[in-house]
Nanobody, 128 residues
Framework: LMSAAGVWGGLVQAGGSLRLSCVAS????????IGWFRQAPGKEREGVSC????????YLQNSVKGRFTISSDNRKNTAYLQMNNVKPEDTAVYYC?????????????????????WGKGTQVTVSS
């Protein structure tokens, strides 16, 4: 089970910042790839950013490179998505997820057809 929420409610003006957090319960982040996904209206769910088991490698979708940062704190079973310089096209429902893995170098979100754990979606709306 995972839960996610925006720090301030998920509404922000373009150019602003927002941090999402996700806390896992019932399992440990150890041995998992952690990722953030989003789904905009009328579009498929896509991987935004993922971090490998152990945190050595990270993936960022091209559209968010230089703006978003993923991090995780395994001791707290918590993942974060720091969203800076947000754009209207970032508007979407954001989900955190985790996939069990035996490897330390899995990090490429588009390769993940499914995840083992999903959090509830959090609406992020960016106004112009």
């Amino acid at each position: 089970l995972m839960s996610a929420a925006g720090v301030w409610g998920g509404l922000v003006q373009a150019g602003g910042s927002l941090r999402l957090s996700c806390v896992a319960s019932g399992f440990s982040f150890d041995g998992h790839v952690i990722g953030w996904f989003r789904q905009a209206p009328g579009k498929e769910r896509e991987g935004v950013s993922c971090i490998s088991n152990g945190g050595r490698y990270t993936y960022l979708q091209n559209s968010v490179k230089g703006r978003f940062t993923i991090s995780s704190d395994n001791r707290k079973n918590t993942a974060y998505l720091q969203m800076n310089n947000v754009k209207p096209e970032d508007t979407a429902v954001y989900y955190c997820a985790a996939k069990r893995t035996l490897y330390s170098a899995e990090y490429y979100c588009p390769r993940f057809s499914s995840m083992d754990h999903w959090g509830k979606g959090t609406q992020v709306t960016v106004s112009s």
